[in-house]
């Protein structure tokens, strides 16, 4: 059974750092793209960033672009967003997800998402 | 960025009844590379149609998606009462991997 499990949200400070973790299992780990989604409260799905499963490459929102870094543990089977110089818009909960195709590609769907992280910026 | 529009924002229907939702692009998706997800309150979203027409693992077949290029349509052909719920569409052929901004299906 595939889960994804997020950790590392919270309350952080305008300006502020956070890093988030998505513990997956159930699944070859390296063989699946995986991707971050936010979703504001009350508001709509916004796709923040993607990895490939295959050479690493790396795909960002411009709203997150050059403050966001995503990454992957293959040999923890774990997912990373690193979380620098947030703002109060950066405020929502942080869903991991796994995509579809298990080439690697992150030409891809999300077919397992996880419950998600709530991170709240404020002062 | 290809920027999907859905439609419309909010639809009342009773159940038994068909819903057609709609999801407009501002240029062509590659491939029909385009998804649609089901989401209820205090929950992930579920992937419901990938490739524009093919369902995901145990979806009902009363889910069907249908389209190309910049207009694509997710039919549900009887509702049924846990259908409703919070529908996205999001293109995924070219990155930013976007989503529209959600159709509410809401019981009439």
């Known amino acids: 059974e595939v889960q994804l499990l997020e950790s590392g949200g919270g309350l952080v400070q305008p300006g502020g750092s956070l890093r988030l973790s998505c513990a997956a299992s159930g699944f070859t780990f390296s063989s699946y793209a995986m991707s971050w989604v936010r979703q504001a409260p009350g508001k709509g799905l916004e796709w923040v960033s993607t990895?490939?499963?295959?050479?690493?490459?790396?795909y960002y929102a411009d709203s997150v672009k050059g403050r966001f870094t995503i990454s992957r543990d293959n040999s923890k089977n774990t997912l990373y967003l690193q979380m620098n110089s947030l703002r109060a818009e950066d405020t929502a909960v942080y869903y991991c997800?796994?995509?579809?195709?298990?080439?690697?590609?992150?030409?891809?769907?999300?077919?397992?998402w996880g419950q998600g992280t709530l991170v709240t910026v404020s002062s | 960025e290809i920027v999907l529009t859905q439609s419309p924002g909010t639809l009342s229907l009773s159940p038994g009844e068909r819903a057609t939702l709609s999801c407009r692009a501002s240029q062509s998706v590659s491939s029909s590379y385009l998804a649609w997800y089901q989401q209820k309150p205090g929950q992930a979203p579920r992937l419901l149609i990938y490739g524009a027409s093919s369902r995901a693992t145990g979806i009902p077949d009363r889910f069907s998606g249908s389209g190309s290029g910049t207009d694509f349509t997710l039919t549900i052909s009887r509702l049924e009462s846990e259908d409703f719920a919070v529908y996205y569409c999001q293109q995924y052929g070219s990155s930013p991997y976007t989503f529209g901004q959600g159709t509410k299906l809401e019981i009439k």
């Open positions: 990895i490939s499963g295959s050479d690493g490459s790396t």
């Open positions: 997800a796994k995509g579809k195709t298990s080439r690697g590609t992150t030409v891809t769907p999300f077919d397992y």
